[in-house]
């Protein structure tokens, strides 16, 4: 879990008007409260902290001309984001928009378990910010684990700034806006599927067929709450394509572009067919899954395992219709240091061992 701090309670009080239609309080609420949902007012109601002339009332009690509303609502306290001066591998750049590479090791945007440190840090100095910049977190309970994946970034407080994200521990090209409106347009590209995002991973096993696809929805793991997987019932769906670069005895090379954008799709999707990353902790792809029998595979898979302590797993091409030129862009990027050293081994594990 990550690491988040207390809420502070809210108070919003309220004397109704004369002439006031009768209305549910919850929708009252709802409608009158800045950034409530009508989740969080019923929550607030269930935990009786919501009086109407000093009673608890529930949602569905009408309010009336003179009525006094009181209503505790807990919040999450404002997040302050600074800039910091780390440096970027910038791969292209202009008045509208850049694409980086990023290393391995540093988080996309930051959450409150990590609020320094981050690409959105990086980025913000990069375009010139210094002061600290407060984030309001329109949160709500059920939605508090998901803070790091996103929430804060939506803010409008922090933009220009990421149009996707990388998980800390994956590698390559991110495409990142300069201003709202060029967010928003490119933005749209992603959600059109007109963004070419292609994967190289290293994984677990070997392969049949020279091309494939994955097909299953994906939602919050119920074992482990900030992991994910392919469940049955309440996720979304996701379509992961493939092909096979170089095969291994036990390991294979792939590049994977991605039809849907699920948070830790590739991971998740692979794992799920027993093929997880190479290195990968979280999705059991940093032990021996092929080849265990074969000591002197094991031996190499082994040093590689310990040398990376990371899933193997790099964003390498990027394209992208630029919002202003209107011009077809491309962008390709090598594989970290990390990548290519593991895959060295395991070329001349092949070389010495056919």
């Given at each position: 879990m990550g690491i988040y701090p207390e809420k502070i309670e809210t108070i919003f009080e309220f004397k109704i008007p004369k002439g006031?239609?009768?209305?549910?309080?919850?929708?009252?609420?709802?409608?009158?409260?800045?950034?409530?949902?009508?989740?969080k007012v019923q929550r607030a109601i269930d935990e009786g902290v919501v009086f109407v002339n000093g009673k608890t009332a529930k949602a569905s009690r009408k309010i009336q001309p003179n009525d006094e509303v009181i209503c505790k609502i807990l919040k999450s306290p404002p997040i302050d984001l600074i800039p910091e001066n780390i440096p970027l591998d910038v791969v292209y750049e202009d008045e509208f928009?850049?694409?980086?590479?990023?290393?391995a090791g540093i988080v996309s945007h930051p959450g409150f378990g990590n609020p320094y440190g981050t690409i959105v840090n990086a980025?913000?100095?990069?375009?010139?910010?210094r002061e600290p910049i407060k984030i309001e977190i329109d949160d709500d309970d059920d939605e508090i684990e998901n803070l790091d994946e996103g929430i804060i970034f939506s803010s409008d407080a922090i933009r220009p700034g990421l149009v996707h994200r990388l998980d800390k521990d994956t590698s390559g090209l991110m495409l990142i806006s300069k201003n709202p409106d060029i967010h928003a347009k490119l933005a749209v590209q992603f959600a059109d599927r007109t963004v070419d995002k292609y994967y190289y991973a290293l994984v677990w096993g070997v392969f049949k067929e020279h091309k494939g696809r994955i097909e299953g929805d994906i939602g919050r793991s119920q074992r482990h709450r900030k992991l994910f997987a392919v469940v049955k019932q309440g996720g979304k769906p996701a379509i992961t394509e493939f092909e096979v670069l170089e095969q291994f005895e036990y390991i294979t090379l792939l590049r994977i572009k991605l039809l849907s954008g699920r948070t830790h799709q590739i991971r998740v999707h692979f794992s799920h067919n027993h093929h997880a990353v190479f290195g990968d902790i979280s999705y059991s792809g940093d032990s021996i899954v092929f080849g265990g029998n074969n000591s002197?595979?094991?031996k190499v898979a082994d040093v590689c395992l310990k040398s990376v302590n990371r899933q193997m797993l790099h964003a390498k091409e990027l394209g992208f219709t630029h919002p202003e030129s209107g011009e077809r862009m491309n962008f390709s990027s090598e594989l970290p240091e990390d990548f290519e050293n593991v895959l060295n081994e395991f070329e001349k594990y092949n070389k010495d061992n056919q």
């Open positions: 006031q239609i009768p209305e549910r309080l919850d929708i009252y609420l709802t409608n009158n409260i800045k950034n409530a949902t009508r989740t928009l850049m694409v980086i590479n990023k290393p980025v913000l100095y990069h375009l010139g910010m002197v595979f094991k």
